[in-house]
Nanobody
Framework: QVQLVESGGGLVQAGGSLRLSCTAS????????MGWFRQVPGKEREFVAG????????YYADSVKGRFTIARDNAKNTVYLQMNSLEPEDTAVYYC???????????????WGQGTQVTVSS
């Protein structure tokens, strides 16, 4: 079983950037497709970005396309989410998750990190 730990969240002004990291332990990250999701209180967790096992395929929610970039370094057992041009609407707790196959669906991901808070001020 893989364990995931997110880091890199924080407070940033609108228009700014943050890079989130998700580091895996317990099992080789290259075994899994990975995703980033986010959630605000009172709303369902939503898909943000996903990446295939090799990193050769990436996909994004329409709301972040062109602003966010997902990447992975399997040698470091780490997945990243580079977030640029941040907007107040991006404020949420961000989670990384591992799946045996690429998917937009939360129920296809078996393992989740604890989340990291991102707050974008206007």
């Amino acid at each position: 079983q893989v364990q995931l730990v997110e880091s890199g969240g924080g407070l940033v002004q609108a228009g700014g950037s943050l890079r989130l990291s998700c580091t895996a332990s317990g099992r080789t990250l290259s075994t899994y497709a990975m995703g980033w999701f986010r959630q605000v209180p009172g709303k369902e967790r939503e898909f943000v970005a996903g990446i295939s096992r090799s990193g050769g395929a990436t996909y994004y929610a329409d709301s972040v396309k062109g602003r966010f970039t997902i990447a992975r370094d399997n040698a470091k057992n780490t997945v990243y989410l580079q977030m640029n041009s941040l907007e107040p609407e991006d404020t949420a707790v961000y989670y990384c998750a591992a799946s045996l196959s690429t998917s937009y669906r939360t129920d296809r991901y078996d393992t989740w990190g604890q989340g990291t808070q991102v707050t974008v001020s206007s």
